[in-house]
């Protein structure tokens, strides 16, 4: 969600609502305009900016394409949009919940400052959008950090993701660029679709079981869960090969390790 800098604040609309709808508008043009450039959106790209708000991203985005689809769920935000843009042929407003939008059955890309408690819902929106070539999404830096692996763990659907499509951190953006000002700085989720998929569709099957089986948790440590589905000695020279220790916990094991893990075994 974004927020002009130029409109009254009493035109934002009820404290509940914006509670509601987790709305924390950006105010800070320069971050608007990193973002947008961090996307590396092109002329002809089919952009889809998700809770636009009052247009602080939407301005930048038709500065460097032709063709953006706005989904705003906020009445209010959306009917004030399509006002501003209503003889623009370049963009269309949608008043509508992303999460029950169908995805453009065309390449395209997203870039959109989001509702921060909406993040993981449009998060698994962006990754099972067959024609999604990248998403650059503002949200919790926390959350951002998370599924980047920021921390030194990576979470399930991260390591599901990434012979397809790999999530990396972008720009920080302070929690004061915001109105109202949240609790939290923000951060840049940036997903990526790969060119060429790390593994066959085939292969992709066998190692979302995989990796699903790994998360489950039943022996402690990956190689201990692994040993009820496989040979021990199988798992240990498996787990050598991909510099994994036998006791390491399934969160500190990167992707590229699972990659190399699975191949090792199957």
């Known amino acids: 969600m974004s927020r002009n800098r130029s409109l009254p604040h009493a035109r ?3 404290g509940s609502t914006r509670k509601q709808l987790s709305q924390n508008f950006l105010t800070d043009t320069d971050g608007a305009r990193r973002l947008v450039r961090a996307a590396g959106i092109g002329a002809d790209d089919l952009v889809v900016e998700i809770g636009p708000g009052d247009g602080m991203l939407t301005g930048h985005l038709l500065n460097n394409t032709h ?3 706005a989904y705003e769920k906020d009445r209010h935000y959306a009917e004030k949009l399509r006002a501003r843009y209503a003889n623009d042929r ?3 407003v949608h008043h509508a919940d992303i999460r029950e939008i169908t995805p453009p059955r065309e390449p395209f890309t997203v870039v959109a400052n989001i ?3 909406a993040s993981t819902d449009i998060v698994r929106w962006c990754l099972t959008a067959p024609k999604l070539t990248s998403a650059t999404l503002l949200t919790q830096c926390e959350f951002a ?3 980047a692996g920021d921390y030194g763990r990576w979470t399930k659907l991260t390591v599901t993701q990434w012979p397809t499509i790999t999530m990396e951190l972008g720009i920080r953006v302070h929690r004061y660029r915001f109105h109202p000002i949240p609790r939290v700085d923000a ?3 940036r997903l990526r679709r ?3 998929p790390l593994l066959t569709r085939q292969e992709l099957r066998g190692y979302h079981q995989f990796v699903e089986f790994g998360f489950s948790g039943l022996g402690g440590s990956l190689a201990a869960t692994l040993c009820r589905a496989a040979p021990a000695p199988k798992v240990r020279a498996a787990c050598t090969m991909a510099g ?3 006791d390491e916990p399934v969160g500190l094991i990167s992707p590229d390790r699972w990659l190399t893990l699975y191949q090792a075994l199957s």
């Open 244 to 246: 994994i220790a036998l």
């Open 194 to 196: 790969r060119e060429q």
């Open 145 to 147: 950090r998370k599924y």
């Open 67 to 69: 063709r953006v689809l």
């Open 115 to 117: 509702p921060f408690a």
């Open 90 to 92: 370049r963009i269309h």
């Open 12 to 14: 934002i609309g009820s």
């Open 187 to 189: 951060a840049v989720l």
